[in-house]
């Protein structure tokens, strides 16, 4: 179990101790379900009331809370990402792999490991892969030919990377996800279609987190491209030669089509499908169930999607759509015979 003093978080966080300074925290948890030796936060008014009823030994809160008597705290000016840096001290996650190479694991005799690499049973590590120091590749695991992998990423297990991509230092891949598969070229020909090999990479950067089942294409002659400090979520679909910049947030089962480009510091909500070939400007906030299909040049919130409504009023306003172009059109007749 990891335990640490609320001292020892207090320096992770540059936050001031209320209250006993070598009080023992041994986990993480919600102020309604801590109980003795977790510490809870505070980061949304609603839940002020709860501070009263907590059964944490401490909590995380900003500048000029009333704490109540006996409870010690953290004070920090940001509460939640405070929560977020604790919790890594606190992490129990198990490893992704046991340290060493499983027995079972087949590793190509051109490839390269770092130092205190950990591989999972049924692993397969191919040809002139270089894998760096500290990355942990769990089970089941297929690293293909010419992959790179840098130090201290993490791998979970039945994870699949083609050949020549290339993954940074600190990164964190899920089950499932698969790197570098073809991306969806196809010329026409008479009504058939021809294939376009996919000649690209996947390149992606430093501390980039990729939720499970998620999809990567190699780029059809340039690279797909995902920066450093990026989180998608699980089951989202990057297509053939995206690029996405610094830091930005996808949310699941969003799709990017080819060519797109994200610009830095994006949130792009869930089921958000995002057209190719167009770009999106710096810190751009994207709803959820949004259709992006034109480039945004602006910074500011986006949205397009249609939220739900009781089924009847849905095909009132269903069928009053459809009748649109033909209220516009009467529309501008009035406003021609007014202005005439």
Known sequence: MQQQTLQQLAS?????????????ITGVATLASAQSGQIAFLANEKYR????????SAVIVAPNVELPAGLSALVTKNPYAGFAKIAQQ????????????????????????????????????????????????????????????????????????YHDCEIGANCLVHSGVVIGADGFGWANEAGKWVKIPQLGR???????????????????????????????????????NVFIDEDTAIAGCTVLAGSCRIG???LIGGATAINGHIEICDD???????????????????????????????RRNGARFRQLDDLFQRVKKIEKKLTD
Request: hydrophobic share 40%; net charge negative.
């Open 12 to 24: 992770v966080i540059d936050a001031d101790v209320v209250g006993d300074e070598q009080q023992l």
């Open 49 to 56: 009331a709860q501070l009263e009823s907590t059964k944490a």
């Open 202 to 240: 996947v390149i992606i950067h430093d501390r980039v987190d990729i939720g499970a089942n998620t999809t990567i294409d190699r780029g059809a002659l340039d690279d797909t491209i995902i920066s450093s400090g990026c989180i998608i979520d699980n089951q989202c679909q990057i297509a053939h």
């Open 264 to 266: 830095k510091r994006c």
């Open 90 to 161: 606190l992490d129990t996650t198990p490893r992704a792999a046991s340290e060493g190479i499983d027995p079972s694991a087949q590793i190509a005799t051109t490839a390269q490991l770092g130092t205190q690499v950990a591989v999972g049973p049924l692993t397969i590590i191919s040809d002139h892969a270089e894998i760096g120091d500290n990355v942990q590749i769990g089970a089941g695991c297929y690293i293909g030919p010419g992959v790179k992998i840098q130090a201290n990423t993490k791998i979970w297990q039945q994870v699949v990377i």
């Open 284 to 314: 751009v906030q994207i709803s959820g169930f949004s259709m992006v299909i034109k480039a945004i040049t602006e910074p500011g919130v986006y949205a397009s999607g249609i939220p739900a409504a009781p089924h009847r009023e849905w």
